[in-house]
């Protein structure tokens, strides 16, 4: 157990909807990082806020956005969802604003299904 | 443009070897240079970091080496288990101010009893 949370498990929803995925990060951690895997793609870095600052931007769709909150907890929002977006959403946390030197701890991730 | 190629084939090999999994990479200069293990359907785990001016790295039955000239990192695991079975993911940084990881593919181990 890593220590880092992610709700919901699952989500199946139809194209056109908005969904909001959550994160809350090991106690401590101030950094939270999302990721999108898919199949084809991989495991792709979509934003990563510290301490309530977006601190990097990866591949983010327009239509997503995310924020963390002042308990430091996160949340992703995909709007006008297509087909391929259909994938898993890990968030991970870590102690800095380092993402190439800190050690990245990864929660279970969201699986998401886009009908 | 910027590419971290893994093996997608996946490495089949019989307990008690060592299994070496390779992550080459064209256009970085990373300073620093991951690996992680993901388990299906679970979330990556860290194994070991290296950085540019370590050319070798070790943890328990894991070594990393990472060489700069050659762009090339090899992970290797001794006495190998199939508890070892997975996927091994690298990581490095872009080497400019954007401060993310960039993760490769990954390679699917096979360890056989």
């Known amino acids: 157990d890593s220590g880092v949370t992610q709700t919901p498990k699952h989500l199946i929803t139809a194209t056109g909807q908005r969904v909001t995925l959550r994160c809350s990060p090991r106690?401590?951690?101030?950094?939270v990082y999302w990721y999108q895997q898919s199949l084809d793609q991989g495991l792709q870095f979509l934003i990563q806020?510290?301490?309530?600052?977006?601190?990097a931007k990866g591949n983010i769709l327009e239509r997503f956005s995310a924020q963390q909150f002042p308990d430091l907890h996160s949340e992703l929002n995909l709007s006008s969802l297509e087909l391929g977006d259909s994938a898993l959403y890990f968030c991970?946390?870590?102690?800095?604003?380092?993402?190439?030197?800190?050690?990245?701890?990864f929660g279970p991730g969201t699986r998401l299904t886009v009908l | 443009s910027q590419k971290i190629e893994q093996n997608s084939e996946a490495l089949n090999i019989q307990e008690g070897k060592t299994a070496t999994l390779t992550c080459n990479y064209t256009?970085?200069?990373?300073?620093?240079l991951q690996w992680y293990r993901q388990d299906p359907g679970r979330g990556p785990v860290f194994l070991l970091l290296?950085?540019?001016?370590?050319k070798e790295k070790r943890k328990e039955r894991l070594k990393v080496t990472f060489d700069t000239t050659l762009k090339q990192s090899l992970f290797h695991i001794t006495a190998s288990q199939p508890a070892d079975s997975a996927t091994y993911l690298c990581?490095?940084?872009?080497?400019?101010?954007?401060?993310?990881?960039?993760f490769g593919s990954g390679t699917r181990l096979q360890v056989q009893p």
């Open positions: 991970a946390s870590s102690v800095s604003s380092s993402g190439r030197t800190d050690t990245q701890y």
């Open positions: 806020y510290y301490n309530g600052e977006e601190r």
């Open positions: 290296i950085r540019e001016n370590e």
């Open positions: 990581a490095l940084d872009s080497g400019t101010g954007r401060r993310a990881l960039t």
């Open positions: 106690s401590g951690d101030l950094s």
């Open positions: 256009n970085y200069s990373p300073a620093y």
